[in-house]
Every structure is written in structure tokens, then in C-alpha cells.
């Protein structure tokens, strides 16, 4: 019974002693976003039912994630639609709870922590987007495994080129190479589930795509119904530029191989329609 105790205890302790560094290392993926400005009326366009919640709700923060390495390195995409990619050195002021990020030389408040978990993290934003407001709580939830050791490291920048959107319309050209980061993304992420020997694997980080995946292939989403595909481009008709390019290659003599598994066959669909990409 002592010995019990005692080992109670020490984890006890131990619990305590950790701190703030400790507990938030690691990669986070977003949950949720609470805000009751969301939902005021007042806020909501002139003759349109679009309100605050209808356009920065919890979907347009899906493949958001803060990946805070123990070197203090940081990796991140975060922001309305498909967020911005954050790459630099991150410090946490235990005192204040506020993280601050370095890019470029320059350090400047990310994050106010507000509560932090073994699983959850909840924090308010410290930033300039005037599209994103102070008062908005955001919830992430800790990631199980690990992707350090992994070549497919889907967090790293090569992976992520395409969530810096245009500021201009694009040509076919332009358009064609955002379509292959995108597809190059999700490869990387689906090998390392695969790696990973994952069982189930959560398909939210790929919601942006115009693609349904099911075990024996995919299936491209109406051309109608792909709001999230439109976020990655300048405009609705460039992101139906890039649909069309993925429509062609998919109804151009299109054989799938025997013998893979579901995962295994997503990505090679996916594989094959960026290697018969112009």
C-alpha cells in the first residue's frame, strides 16, 4: 500500500512540475472555434442570411495545425480558409501565457493561452488579420503520434506552398502547379498514415480537395458543392480551372491496379492524376 502511495504521489508531483514548454510540444490539430460574435445578427451581410459563423466557422479552419517542435522550432498553418503557413522559432512567457513566434529575425505575440491540457489546447489569437478577432477562442486537440522521424512529413513548407493564395487571377500554368502542391500535400499526408500503420484515417486535413474518397477509389465532388476548393484560389473561376484539369486527367483512360488497399489505392489515384498533370 505504501509503495502505492508513494507512486502516487510522485506522479503528482511530477504533474505539477511539468511545464507550460513541456505540455505544449507537439502537434496540435484544430477542433473548433467559439465565439459569440459569430452569431450576432448585427452582424450579418445586407439582405443575405450570411453571418460571421456561416463565414468563419469551424470549416474553414479544418486543416489548421500548430506543430511546436522541442528544438523550438514551429511549424504551422493558421488562418481563415486553408490558413497561413507559419515556419520559424517559437517561446512561450510562462508568467502571461502568451507564445510568441520569430520569422525573419522578428518576434512578435502569436497566442494567449487560455487553457492547456494533455489533449486540449485553448487560446485566443494575437494578431493583426482584422478577419480574425481577439475574441475568438480556438480549440486544438493533441496529436497522438509522432512526425519527426517521418519522411512524410506533411507539416514541412515543401508540403505546403499551396495555402499562400494568389492576389491575382492565374494562367493554366499557374493554376496547374497549385493543383500538383495541393495533390503533393495529400500524398505526403496519406503515406504517413500508411507508415504509421494507421487503421482509421481522419480525412479532414484533405476536406479542401474536390474529391470524396472511398475504399475502392474516389470520386470528384459537383462542380457546385466545392466552396473549400475555391479557398485555394484567386477566385471561382480559377479553382473551376483546377477542378477541370483533375476532371480531365481522371476521364482520360483511367485503370486502377489489384490487390492495394484502400489507402494504398488513394494514393496512387492521387500519385497518377499529379504525374499526368502538365
Known amino acids: 500500500m505504501k509503495k502505492i502511495i508513494i507512486i502516487f504521489i510522485t506522479l503528482v508531483l511530477y504533474s505539477c512540475n511539468t511545464s507550460l514548454d ?4 507537439g502537434k496540435w490539430n484544430f477542433e473548433s472555434v467559439n465565439s459569440e460574435i459569430l452569431d450576432d445578427s448585427s ?3 445586407k439582405n443575405s442570411n450570411l453571418s460571421l459563423s456561416s463565414l ?3 470549416s474553414f479552419f479544418e486543416t489548421n495545425f500548430l506543430f511546436f517542435k522541442k528544438e523550438k522550432k514551429l511549424t504551422a498553418a493558421f488562418g481563415a480558409y ?3 503557413f507559419i515556419e520559424g522559432k517559437w517561446s512561450l512567457n510562462e508568467k502571461d501565457s502568451v507564445l510568441s513566434i520569430t520569422e525573419n529575425r522578428i518576434t512578435k505575440p502569436f497566442i494567449k493561452i487560455l487553457a492547456l491540457s494533455n489533449k486540449e489546447l485553448r487560446f485566443s489569437l ?5 478577419m480574425i478577432t481577439e475574441d475568438m477562442e480556438f480549440v486544438f486537440a493533441k496529436e497522438d503520434q509522432e512526425l519527426i522521424n517521418s519522411k512524410f512529413d506533411y507539416t514541412q513548407k515543401q508540403y505546403n506552398n499551396w495555402r499562400k493564395r494568389p492576389y491575382e487571377p492565374e494562367d493554366l500554368e499557374a493554376i496547374s ?3 500538383k502542391q495541393c495533390l503533393e500535400y495529400s500524398v505526403a499526408y496519406l503515406k504517413y498514415n500508411l507508415e504509421q500503420k494507421n487503421e482509421s484515417v481522419s480525412l479532414k486535413e484533405l476536406s479542401f480537395l474536390p474529391i470524396d474518397f472511398y475504399d475502392n477509389g474516389i470520386q470528384l465532388k459537383d462542380s457546385e458543392k466545392i466552396p473549400k476548393w475555391e479557398n485555394v484560389f484567386f477566385s471561382k473561376v480559377d479553382a ?3 477542378y477541370e484539369i483533375i476532371r480531365q486527367v481522371i476521364t482520360n483512360d483511367f485503370s486502377l491496379p489489384e490487390g492495394k488497399s484502400g489507402l494504398e489505392l488513394n494514393i496512387y489515384i492521387l500519385e497518377e492524376i499529379k504525374n499526368r498533370i502538365k
Open 240 to 242: 473551376l480551372n483546377g
Open 177 to 179: 502547379k497549385r493543383v
Open 43 to 45: 452582424y450579418r451581410y
Open 56 to 58: 468563419l466557422g469551424s
Open 126 to 130: 494575437i494578431h493583426t488579420d482584422k
Open 82 to 84: 486553408s490558413g497561413v
Open 22 to 25: 513541456d505540455k505544449i510540444t
